[in-house]
Nanobody, 118 residues
Framework: QVQLVESGGGLVQPGGSLRLSCAASGFTFSRYTMSWYRQAPGKERELVAS????????NYADSVKGRFTISRDNAKNTVYLQMNSLKPEDTAVYYC???????????WGQGTQVTVSS
């Protein structure tokens, strides 16, 4: 069965860093565009970053450009989100998403909480 399991979230002070991981199983990971989304309380879920395969073309929300880096390791079936210079407004539940064939196959993880606070 398909599984996407996020990890690496937690509490960090403003200016700090976290590295999120999403471990995938149950599908051909290398075929999928992988993305990180986030949803803050009372707000819509938004795309944070995405990465294609196998070339690794990336896309970032303007709010995180220069601070976040998405990467993937197809051999490990894992996608990462390196988050630097974190701000309180980055506080959200971060979700991993796998997409293939224009959304014909979309899978979501359960999310991991990131809290940026003093």
């Amino acid at each position: 069965q398909v599984q996407l399991v996020e990890s690496g979230g937690g509490l960090v002070q403003p200016g700090g860093s976290l590295r999120l991981s999403c471990a995938a199983s149950g599908f051909t990971f290398s075929r999928y565009t992988m993305s990180w989304y986030r949803q803050a309380p009372g707000k819509e879920r938004e795309l944070v970053a995405s990465i294609t395969s196998p070339g690794g073309s990336t896309n970032y929300a303007d709010s995180v450009k220069g601070r976040f880096t998405i990467s993937r390791d197809n051999a490990k079936n894992t996608v990462y989100l390196q988050m630097n210079s974190l701000k309180p407004e980055d506080t959200a539940v971060y979700y991993c998403k796998a997409a293939w064939l224009h959304g014909q196959y979309d899978y979501w993880g359960q999310g991991t909480q990131v809290t940026v606070s003093s």
